[in-house]
Protein backbone atom coordinates (compact mmCIF):
# COMPACT_ATOMS: atom_id res chain seq x y z
CA UNK A 1 0.00 0.00 0.00
CA UNK A 2 1.43 3.30 -0.64
CA UNK A 3 1.63 6.28 1.51
CA UNK A 4 0.34 9.77 0.18
CA UNK A 5 2.14 12.90 1.91
CA UNK A 6 -0.36 16.24 1.92
CA UNK A 7 1.32 19.28 0.50
CA UNK A 8 1.41 22.57 1.99
CA UNK A 9 2.76 25.32 0.66
CA UNK A 10 4.47 28.56 2.26
CA UNK A 11 2.54 31.34 1.89
CA UNK A 12 5.41 33.31 -0.09
CA UNK A 13 5.92 30.27 -2.34
CA UNK A 14 2.17 31.15 -3.62
CA UNK A 15 2.64 34.98 -3.44
CA UNK A 16 5.99 35.26 -4.67
CA UNK A 17 7.41 31.91 -6.18
CA UNK A 18 5.23 30.66 -8.46
CA UNK A 19 3.98 33.98 -10.13
CA UNK A 20 7.42 34.66 -11.36
CA UNK A 21 7.68 31.30 -13.05
CA UNK A 22 7.08 31.15 -16.70
CA UNK A 23 4.47 28.69 -17.68
CA UNK A 24 6.89 25.27 -18.56
CA UNK A 25 8.42 25.51 -15.48
CA UNK A 26 5.92 25.91 -13.19
CA UNK A 27 4.33 22.85 -14.74
CA UNK A 28 7.49 20.44 -14.79
CA UNK A 29 7.55 21.73 -10.86
CA UNK A 30 4.26 21.21 -10.47
CA UNK A 31 4.19 17.55 -12.43
CA UNK A 32 8.00 16.85 -9.82
CA UNK A 33 5.83 18.22 -6.37
CA UNK A 34 2.56 16.02 -7.88
CA UNK A 35 4.64 12.73 -8.98
CA UNK A 36 7.42 12.24 -6.43
CA UNK A 37 7.03 14.19 -3.04
CA UNK A 38 3.27 13.19 -2.70
CA UNK A 39 4.22 9.65 -3.06
CA UNK A 40 8.38 9.07 -1.46
CA UNK A 41 9.58 12.39 -0.71
CA UNK A 42 12.47 10.75 1.93
CA UNK A 43 13.59 9.19 -1.44
CA UNK A 44 13.86 12.30 -4.05
CA UNK A 45 15.70 15.37 -3.24
CA UNK A 46 19.03 15.70 -0.97
CA UNK A 47 19.32 16.57 2.57
CA UNK A 48 20.53 20.15 3.37
CA UNK A 49 23.01 21.17 5.69
CA UNK A 50 23.69 23.63 8.58
CA UNK A 51 21.10 27.13 8.90
CA UNK A 52 18.85 24.00 6.29
CA UNK A 53 19.17 20.87 7.98
CA UNK A 54 15.65 18.89 8.66
CA UNK A 55 14.79 20.35 5.12
CA UNK A 56 15.77 19.10 1.83
CA UNK A 57 15.86 20.12 -1.78
CA UNK A 58 14.52 18.48 -5.00
CA UNK A 59 16.17 19.67 -8.13
CA UNK A 60 13.11 20.44 -11.45
CA UNK A 61 15.23 21.80 -14.65
CA UNK A 62 16.78 25.47 -13.06
CA UNK A 63 14.78 25.60 -10.20
CA UNK A 64 15.17 24.31 -6.24
CA UNK A 65 12.20 23.24 -4.16
CA UNK A 66 13.38 23.58 -0.39
CA UNK A 67 10.83 21.01 1.41
CA UNK A 68 10.32 19.99 4.80
CA UNK A 69 8.83 16.12 5.56
CA UNK A 70 6.38 16.28 8.84
CA UNK A 71 4.90 12.82 8.99
CA UNK A 72 2.72 12.33 6.19
CA UNK A 73 3.17 16.13 5.42
CA UNK A 74 5.56 17.83 2.92
CA UNK A 75 5.86 21.51 3.64
CA UNK A 76 7.43 23.93 0.41
CA UNK A 77 9.34 26.34 1.94
CA UNK A 78 10.80 27.76 -1.37
CA UNK A 79 10.98 27.43 -4.85
CA UNK A 80 14.06 29.34 -5.91
CA UNK A 81 16.56 29.29 -9.15
CA UNK A 82 19.37 26.92 -8.93
CA UNK A 83 22.29 30.12 -9.32
CA UNK A 84 20.39 32.19 -5.90
CA UNK A 85 22.08 28.96 -3.31
CA UNK A 86 19.51 29.20 -1.09
CA UNK A 87 19.79 32.97 -0.09
CA UNK A 88 16.53 34.23 1.78
CA UNK A 89 15.35 30.76 1.86
CA UNK A 90 16.44 30.93 5.89
CA UNK A 91 13.62 33.50 6.04
CA UNK A 92 10.94 31.38 6.17
CA UNK A 93 11.53 28.89 7.87
Known amino acids: ?8 LH ?7 LPKLDVPPKQEVRNAVRT ?5 PE ?3 KPLRYSLKGHRS ?3 GNYLVVYR ?3 KIVRIISI ?4 RNYKGVENRI
Open 1 to 8: MEVRYSII
Open 11 to 17: QSVTAED
Open 36 to 40: KLTSS
Open 43 to 45: LYG
Open 58 to 60: LRV
Open 69 to 71: IEK
Open 80 to 83: IHRS
